[in-house]
């Protein structure tokens, strides 16, 4: 157990979140594993963030947790926010009850989950997702729930256009992934003027 603690504390900061699936490649069984984790987190030495995720020191932040966990670690990306909470991150004044998430790391279909006590919506991706992807996808993903909001339509022709700069993202980009998508992402495709903000 203290030489599980040692290796944790070496190799990870305060604060930072712990994934069990890494620590998989430490020579222990996996049951071997999870009965040391729970001895450090029942005599408090590490503590549980939410499933398979494990923190000392300082308390992360839900974001910290759930983008390690669902959206990226290790130089690579397999998820991205969805609905209000990339609105938010858009700039858009929108109160959400939870952060919602898709990612290629999720077993489920769509699962709400605790973490740190607060409730993260996890949606199992049908596409997947890398780095390579991701900011076309969380774009389509917009604009398939773009009718469920009234939002002001410059602003959101500015947002758009900033997030299709930053990425660089082409009409090429866009149709070699809308087909996956449900019909209302074609017409809000259109309805909203996408084609106009692309490069």
Do not use: H, W
């Amino acid at each position: 157990m203290t030489d599980l603690l040692s290796y944790i504390k070496s190799t990870y900061k305060e604060g930072e979140p712990i994934l069990l699936k890494d620590l998989k490649t430490l020579d222990l069984s996996y049951d071997n594993l999870r009965q040391k984790l729970k001895k450090l987190t029942d005599t408090n030495l590490i503590e549980r963030a939410t499933d398979g995720i494990y923190y000392y020191g300082n308390k992360p932040s839900v974001e910290e947790v759930t983008k390690k966990r669902f959206i990226t670690r290790n130089n690579a990306v397999f998820g991205y926010y969805i609905k209000n909470s990339l609105l938010s991150r858009l700039g858009f004044d929108i109160a959400s009850e939870c952060d919602e998430i898709i990612t290629n790391e999720f077993g489920a279909i769509v699962r709400d989950i605790d973490v740190l006590g607060e409730k993260v919506r996890v949606r199992r991706s049908k596409i997947q997702i890398d780095k390579n992807n991701f900011y076309v996808l969380q774009l389509l993903d917009l604009i398939k729930d773009l009718s469920d909001y009234e939002l002001d339509q410059d602003k959101l022709n500015e947002s758009l256009k900033s997030y299709v700069t930053e990425y660089k993202i082409t009409k090429d980009d866009i149709d070699r992934y809308i087909c996956y998508y449900p019909y209302v992402t074609f017409r809000n495709y259109y309805k909203y003027n996408i084609e106009n903000i692309l490069n």
